[in-house]
């Protein structure tokens, strides 16, 4: 972590130009979003092999279970 916070300071102390400046607040952006895009891949991933998260009720038999009995 003592690694980290080091980088982070000679980043926020270099002088740079306004093209490095997009090119590094554009990593962080992407970085971001493809961390929390991951995690909703796999949040939702989870809810894909279970029954209870469909909206269909499982009927086997009877009136509702045909395609025209619904």
Do not use: C, W
């Amino acid at each position: 972590m003592p690694n980290i916070r080091k980088q982070l300071d000679t980043l926020l102390t270099r002088e740079m130009d306004r093209k490095s400046f997009l090119q590094y607040s554009g990593g962080i952006v992407l970085a971001l979003l493809g961390v929390t895009g991951l995690i909703r891949v796999i949040l939702s991933s989870n809810r894909i092999g279970d029954p209870a998260s469909t909206n269909q009720p499982t009927v086997s038999h009877g009136y509702g279970s045909s395609r025209y009995g619904q």
